[in-house]
């Protein structure tokens, strides 16, 4: 298990520097600056989700375990989501590039390890 999240979040790495280099080659470093924050913010998620996958798959874990990470997910991306746009006024449309750059790798490449597992 360990491995595949190594690569997912690789793949993650190179999607949002891809989305991030792009934002710096067209528009400015804040741009990028903020398409690198929407992205480290998907590559949280999916080691919280990794985090939380690995306990409930423990004797004993029971589903409510699960569900507790989806809230834990949804409240510290919104939580992220506004200290980078109120608090360090980030550019939302890189921002949310990033997020989505990055959340769309870990889909795709989810699908692609599952496909060859």
């Given amino acids: ?3 595949v999240l190594v ?3 690789m793949i993650q790495t190179i999607v ?3 989305v991030a280099g ?3 080659a067209y528009t400015r470093l804040g741009m990028a600056v ?3 924050y ?3 913010i998907g590559l949280v998620v999916s080691v919280l989700l990794a985090w939380r996958m690995d306990r409930a798959s423990r004797p004993g874990a029971g589903v409510a375990g699960l569900f507790l990470g989806a809230l834990e997910r949804m409240v510290f991306v919104i939580a992220a989501f506004a200290v980078g746009l109120a608090v360090m006024k980030l550019a939302p449309l890189a921002l949310i590039a990033g997020f989505i750059g990055a959340e769309f790798a870990y ?3 989810a699908g692609l390890f599952r496909r060859h597992a």
């Fill in 7 to 9: 690569s997912l979040l």
């Fill in 107 to 109: 889909y795709i490449a």
């Fill in 1 to 3: 298990m360990r491995k």
């Fill in 16 to 18: 949002t520097l891809a």
């Fill in 34 to 36: 903020a398409a690198l």
């Fill in 22 to 24: 792009g934002f710096f």
């Fill in 38 to 40: 929407g992205g480290g």
